[in-house]
């Protein structure tokens, strides 16, 4: 089984940057794609960003693109989101998860979630 941690999340100001990692145990890490999503309260669990088991491949929402970056390093079995330019939009929690496949914008075709970080943007 794989298990994953986030880490990083925090109350910044508008603007602000913040860098979300994810830690993955258990299996190999190069075997999934990877993503990230967020959730506010009430909300369903959105898209953010995925990354492509060899790191050749990456999806960006359109609402963050050109202002967050997702990468992978496999060989430390770490997920990690630069998240730049942040507004009180991008406020939720954000989750890592794994798919057996490529990774893609649909959550139920992810395999294993994290617990979750909390990033706060304020106005």
């Known amino acids: 089984q794989l298990q994953l941690v986030e880490s990083g999340g925090g109350l910044v100001q508008t603007g602000g940057s913040l860098r979300l990692s994810c830690r993955a145990s258990?299996?190999?890490?190069?075997?999934?794609?990877m993503g990230w999503f967020r959730q506010a309260p009430g909300k369903e669990r959105d898209f953010v960003a995925s990354?492509?088991?060899?790191?050749?491949?990456?999806q960006y929402a359109d609402s963050v693109k050109g202002r967050f970056t997702i990468s992978r390093d496999n060989a430390n079995s770490m997920v990690y989101l630069q998240m730049n330019s942040l507004k009180p939009e991008d406020t939720a929690v954000y989750y890592c998860?794994?798919?057996?496949?490529?990774?893609?914008?649909?959550?139920?075709?992810?395999?294993?979630w994290g617990q979750g970080t909390q990033v706060t943007v304020s106005s």
């Open positions: 258990g299996r190999p890490l190069r075997a999934y794609g």
């Open positions: 990354i492509s088991q060899n790191g050749g491949s990456t």
């Open positions: 998860g794994a798919s057996g496949g490529s990774g893609s914008y649909y959550s139920y075709e992810y395999d294993y």
